[in-house]
């Protein structure tokens, strides 16, 4: 039975997290998934990270793996709890602006998880991890959760 929502971790997922999950089916995305319907993690984004996630779908650049746009959509759409976007935590800079969206979200949520493999924001581990959030990749968040 899954946990109650309220006692679900929120995540952040930067984009290229979400697309090993959704469309290339990475074995660490299994486990995501898992933990989602399980209700052990809630999944949180803003309208930018779905539009960035939309643009990234449309350019054309994924073509060759055949997205399924409607069902890609609709798994945001079942997994996802958007929000509204946090005022930018300027305590917090990412040295790609474009990963800027993932580390403010993150930290306007206490106790949240970060996933990401871009250096930029793995950077801001130590520093994130004294406002409760825990930024790490995939992989290792895969490994904490076997050995933990």
């Not at 993690?41 to 054309?60: K, N, P, Q, Y």
């Amino acid at each position: 039975m899954p946990a109650p929502f309220a006692a679900a971790q929120a995540v952040v997922l930067d984009t290229n997290v979400v697309f090993d999950w959704l469309l290339f089916a990475h074995p660490d995305g299994q486990a995501l998934d898992a933990a989602l319907v399980r209700g052990e993690l809630r999944w949180i984004a803003t309208a930018v990270m779905r539009d960035e996630f939309t643009h990234v779908l449309s350019r054309g650049a994924l073509d060759r793996w055949q997205p399924d746009l409607a069902a890609l959509q609709a798994r945001w759409d079942r997994h996802c709890t958007e929000l509204p976007t946090p005022p930018a935590a300027s305590r917090y800079r990412c040295t790609d602006p474009d990963d800027q969206k993932f580390i403010d979200l993150a930290a306007d949520n206490s106790t949240c998880l970060l996933l990401s493999r871009d250096r930029a924001v793995l950077k801001l581990a130590r520093r994130l991890r004294q406002v409760g959030v825990d930024v790490m990749t995939p992989a290792t968040w895969v490994a904490t959760r076997i050995t933990g």
